[in-house]
């Protein structure tokens, strides 16, 4: 079993930044694959970036060159730097863990979610 806690969301400008961390407890984070999902209203949960075991990346076109990906196996932690946000970036957005070898996830391939946490991007 993994519980993942994630935090760090809130509610920011257009143009900038915010850094959500994932905190997990359990099995050690390193047999896992980890990503950020994320779900607006009225749409379905969409992969926002993936990291796979040995540190690869994996990003969803809207967020490449601004969202950021990255793993500590040591502290157990994910962690996702956002900048130059857009008020279409604004979602709940989910730590997950899946695991696969890959950093190409899916909801269909997570075994474990966190509960979400709220951004917000106002014009």
């Known amino acids: 079993q993994v519980q993942l806690i994630e935090f760090g969301g809130g509610l920011v400008q257009a143009g900038g930044s915010l850094r959500l961390s994932c905190a997990g407890s359990?099995?050690?984070?390193?047999?896992?694959?980890m990503g950020w999902f994320r779900q607006a209203p009225g749409k379905d949960r969409e992969l926002v970036a993936g990291i796979d075991r040995s540190g690869g990346t994996n990003y969803a076109d809207p967020v490449k060159g601004r969202f950021t990906i990255s793993r500590d196996n040591t502290l157990n932690m994910v962690y996702l730097q956002m900048n130059s946000l857009k008020p279409e970036d604004t979602a709940v957005y989910y730590c997950a863990a899946g695991d696969i070898y890959s950093a190409h996830l899916s909801p269909g391939n997570i075994d474990y979610w966190g509960q979400g946490t709220q951004v917000t991007v106002s014009s």
């Open positions: 359990g099995r050690p984070f390193s047999v896992y694959a």
